[in-house]
Structure formats: structure tokens, C-alpha cells
């Protein structure tokens, strides 16, 4: 183990690596010998964190009231453990119920220089260092000096700053609040995160983004990676998107033949996923999923799943419901990359259907959701005209959304929110515009909970505008024969006569997408206000 390594036992030991953690940015980070960095966390107490670059780590400072260029001050410093150099960046929030919990941003950065010392590492043992910033906000010389111990044990220092050229009388760090990286304020970075920290991965592949305006451009496999996967046999092991995924059972059946095609086997729903991933990732990645399984062929029943397996890969990035009840799913599964969709796949997950909300906050949704269930008697073409009503009601309020055909008899219309919504907002507004509609065409349509007291109209569900209540996937297969898929289409694809909610499967949709790209894409991460109604 070397040194480095060691002096980073103290920090993983206060970390629960079986989670999802801190979130990171990704900003441009300055450079030099020595970086330094101070993070203002707001965390059980407000505080900031001084961290100075020694010997591959960063050693670290709690300060309670923050660096100063007072040079009168003497303020608390408390030495806590070293962090790893991937944290120098970190700007975002750390989940509810994680060591540190709270929103941190990136108060200062730049680079430092020991005084007095060509070994600062052992002035840091020694318990006195003095050191010069060159920040955006701090400058000049500093100085730490170790104290005592409080009664966890924990040493206390007091950071003060010389009088010279660089101090500023009265200087208070509350009074210039917003971020050197992203010029926004703590309020701002907790209300909409980028991105998050996999503690659970080694620290340089742990960055875990989840902001729509962060979302990497994923690749589909190459032909070579493909040819790989086709040459395996039944079973076997294949690299893509730089994981090693083990596969079994590729040749078995799970989807009978549709309109004289083959049956589609495993292996075919697995190439499809990998192939469909820069689609049909955007509308997963930072969310947790409800997985549907049919592990044994859609001719048979299948199952809801939600709790990620111990023996699932650890590179399959995950999100633990630390609100969970008794008896209630804690640890679900985040797919945000190629390799992710391909477990999925294997795993029998037919069907995939994202939160409707974003880590970290899970209790914000991102997406207000219109759903069209048909009865037994609904024809589609009444679901049309129950989506082209929508289509004129958001015209006229002047409110972007898309629709989607299901992949099987209805159709769904997805409407991108701003960030400060909550479920009851957005069910609420939803209800009242279904409402119009409903009032519309009667003879349409029911609004009864139970099926069996709806005389086979179409529900307009609202309710489905809730935490952890989720539709299906853009581009997921349904589980019916020919793997039908749930499309999003244009608003003027509503009039074409051919149209169906099933009518592309996993062996023609790539050649839609590839002709007519995702229409719903343009909306992922729209900041929308929804109008008053």
C-alpha cells in the first residue's frame, strides 16, 4: 500500500461503499505543483473546507466561519481526514443519510507553496505550516497551528492570515457566497445537481453524472464489438463500453414470431439494447429503475423487480433508498451506460421504467407525465383522439411536450418541467388539463380507479404523477410477440393512417431513429414552467 493510499484508510473507513455518494463536478481545475481548493458544505453545521495537495492526497481543514484575509482573525480549523484528488472539483450534493450530507459548492481554488519548509507534509505532522495561496478570492500568506484535541479527539488548529500586502481588514468569506466554478450559489447547486459520487468504485472512475445539460455523449457498440457478441456461443462474456459483461442463455426464445418474423431471443435483445443505448440513455441515467422481468419468455407471466441483486456487477452504478420502509426496495439500480443496459437485458428485464425524478432528489420530478390507458373497448383510434385533444390543449397553452406510442394500445405525452415542482404539482396540473379533456368526449372516456367499473373506457391517468409511479421507457421493448417498442413520434404523427401504437419493434425501430431521430429528445432537461390553469 503506498503512502497515499494509507493516508486515505481514515476517509474510506467513514464511507458506506455499498451506496451511492458524494456528487462531483467537472469543471476546468487549475493547474500546477500544488492545487488548493476550499468547498463551502453545508452539511449538518455549515462550514468550509480548506484542502491543500501533499503527496497525492488532499489534506483537509474543516473551517467553521471560513478562510479570511483578516489578518486579526484566528479562526477554528478543525484537521479532519485526508480526501482523495478526485474531490478537488466536487460540486454538488451528497445524499440524505451519507458521511456529510448536504450541498457543497466551490467556494476557491488555485494553487499553494509552503514557506519556511521544503517538507510540508512534515509540517503538517509537526503541527505548524506556513503556506502562500495564489486563489481567485484568497491570496497571501497563510498560517495553520495545531492547538489541542476536542473531545472526539480530532486535532484543532487555528488558520490566520499575515498582515501583508494581500490583507483586507473586516474580510468576510459569507460575503462573496457563489462558486469560482460555477458561479452559482449553494441554494442553486442543491435545487439542481450535475452529477454524483459512486463510493463504491475506485475514485477515478467514480464521477456519476446526472444533469440532463452533463449527460455524456454515449456511443453505440462498434461492429467489432458487435461481431463479438454474435460469435459467442450460448453463453459467454463480452466487453462493451469498457465493462465485461457475463452473458447466458443467449439463444433462448423471449418473444414468439410476429408478422413472419423470426421469434427474438435473448441475444437479440441484447444487441438491441447495446445499439439503442445513446437513445435510449437519456431518459435512464441518474434515475432510478422498476425493472419487468420475464426471464423465462413473455409468453409467460412476468414479474416486477426492483431490488438490485448482490451478485449484480460493481461497476452497475446504484442508488439506496435510504427513506425505504420496512419491507420496501432500498437499493435500486441507475443505468447510465451501454454495459448497463446489456446486464439488463441478460437479467431478463424486458421492460424498463425510470423515476420520474432525478438523484439526488427523488422527491422533485423532472418529467409531468399524461397517460391515455385504453379499455377493451377504447379502439386507437379513440386513443388518437384523446392525444390530439392534448395535442391542441398544451398548443393553446403554449406548453412543449411529446407524445409516445406505448409499444402496446395506448399513447403517453411527456411534459419537461423546470426544476421546483413537486409530484403534487404536477399531478394537480395534469388532473385539471385531463379533466378538459375528459369533459370533451364523455363518451370516452371514465374516470373510475377500478378496471372492472370503467364499462371499458380509457382512463386519463393523472395519478401516475407520484414517487416511484413510472411509465415505460423511450425505446424499452414491451413483452409481446415481434418485441413491439415504445416510440416517441412527432405531434403530426398523430394524423398519418398507418400508425400503431405497436408499430415498430427491436428490429425496425433502429431504422426509424437513424431516419427521424428522437423527437423527444430537444425536450430532455427543459427548464418549463407550467402555466396556471
Known amino acids: ?122 509540517a503538517i505532522e509537526g503541527g505548524e505550516l506556513h503556506f502562500d495561496l495564489e486563489g481567485e478570492k484568497l491570496s497571501g500568506r497563510f498560517v495553520l497551528v495545531r492547538r489541542d484535541r476536542d473531545a472526539s479527539g480530532k486535532e484543532q488548529w487555528l488558520l490566520l492570515h499575515k498582515d501583508d500586502d494581500h490583507a483586507r481588514p473586516g474580510w468576510d468569506p459569507e460575503d462573496h457566497p457563489r462558486s469560482v466554478k460555477s458561479g452559482r450559489t449553494n441554494d442553486e447547486v442543491a435545487e439542481a445537481p450535475d452529477a454524483l459520487w459512486r463510493s463504491d468504485l475506485p475514485a477515478s472512475v467514480a464521477a456519476v453524472r446526472v444533469g440532463p445539460e452533463a449527460h455524456p455523449s454515449w456511443e453505440a457498440p462498434s ?7 454474435d460469435a459467442l456461443g450460448s453463453s459467454g462474456r463480452w466487453t462493451v463500453g469498457g465493462h465485461e459483461v457475463k452473458l447466458t ?88 451506460n451501454v454495459a448497463a443496459l446489456v446486464w439488463m437485458a441478460n437479467y431478463g428485464a424486458v421492460e424498463l421504467h425510470p423515476w420520474t425524478s432525478r438523484l439526488p432528489d427523488v422527491r422533485k420530478p423532472t418529467w409531468a407525465l399524461i397517460d391515455i390507458d385504453p379499455g377493451p373497448r377504447t379502439a386507437f383510434d379513440d386513443v388518437l383522439v384523446l392525444a390530439r385533444l392534448y395535442r391542441t390543449a398544451l398548443e393553446h397553452l403554449g406548453v412543449a411536450g411529446a407524445p409516445k406510442v ?40 371514465s374516470w373510475e380507479w377500478h378496471k372492472d367499473r370503467r364499462e371499458g373506457l380509457a382512463r386519463l391517468d393523472y395519478t401516475q404523477n407520484a414517487i416511484n409511479k413510472t411509465l415505460v421507457a423511450p425505446f424499452s421493448a414491451r413483452p409481446a410477440p415481434g418485441a413491439p417498442v415504445s416510440v416517441p413520434i412527432r405531434w403530426e404523427e398523430l394524423d398519418d393512417p398507418d400508425l400503431r401504437s405497436d408499430r415498430w419493434t427491436i428490429r425496425t425501430v433502429l431504422t426509424r431513429v437513424e431516419q427521424a431521430g428522437d423527437p423527444l429528445a430537444p425536450l430532455v432537461g427543459r427548464a418549463q414552467r407550467l402555466p396556471e390553469l
Not at 290 to 314: C, M, Q, T
Open 249 to 336: 442463455n443467449l439463444d433462448k426464445v423471449l418473444f414468439p414470431a410476429r408478422d413472419g418474423s423470426g421469434p427474438v431471443t435473448k441475444r437479440d435483445l441484447i444487441r438491441y439494447h447495446a445499439r439503442i443505448a445513446p437513445f435510449m440513455l437519456p431518459y435512464l441515467a441518474g434515475r432510478p429503475v422498476n425493472l419487468h422481468r420475464y426471464p423465462d419468455g413473455v409468453d409467460r407471466p412476468g414479474f416486477w423487480h426492483k431490488e438490485i441483486p448482490s451478485y449484480a456487477p460493481p461497476w452497475l452504478n446504484r442508488w439506496r433508498n435510504v427513506d425505504a420502509d420496512p419491507g420496501e426496495t432500498e437499493c435500486y439500480a441507475v443505468v447510465d
Open 1 to 122: 500500500m503506498s503512502d497515499a493510499e494509507h493516508r486515505l484508510e481514515a476517509y474510506r473507513s467513514k464511507r458506506d461503499f455499498s451506496v451511492t455518494a458524494e456528487p462531483a463536478g467537472s469543471g476546468i481545475a487549475p493547474v500546477g505543483s500544488r492545487r488548493f481548493v476550499v468547498q463551502r458544505h453545508r452539511a449538518r453545521r455549515r462550514h468550509y473546507d480548506l484542502r491543500l495537495e501533499v503527496d497525492g492526497v488532499l489534506a483537509s481543514w474543516a473551517v467553521p466561519k471560513g478562510p479570511t484575509l483578516d489578518p486579526k482573525a484566528r479562526q477554528l480549523a478543525v484537521h479532519v481526514e485526508d480526501h482523495p484528488l478526485e474531490y478537488f472539483d466536487f460540486e454538488g450534493v451528497i445524499p440524505k443519510g451519507q458521511y456529510g450530507g448536504g450541498d457543497v459548492t466551490v467556494w476557491d481554488w488555485g494553487t499553494w507553496r509552503p514557506a519556511r519548509t521544503d517538507d510540508p507534509a512534515g
Open 406 to 445: 406505448t409499444g402496446q394500445r395506448g399513447v403517453q405525452i411527456w411534459v419537461p418541467i423546470a426544476p421546483g415542482y413537486t409530484f403534487d404539482d404536477t399531478r394537480r396540473w395534469v388532473e385539471k388539463v385531463s379533466r378538459a379533456i375528459g369533459h370533451t368526449v364523455p363518451d370516452l372516456v
Open 223 to 229: 461492429a467489432e464489438e458487435l461481431r463479438t457478441l
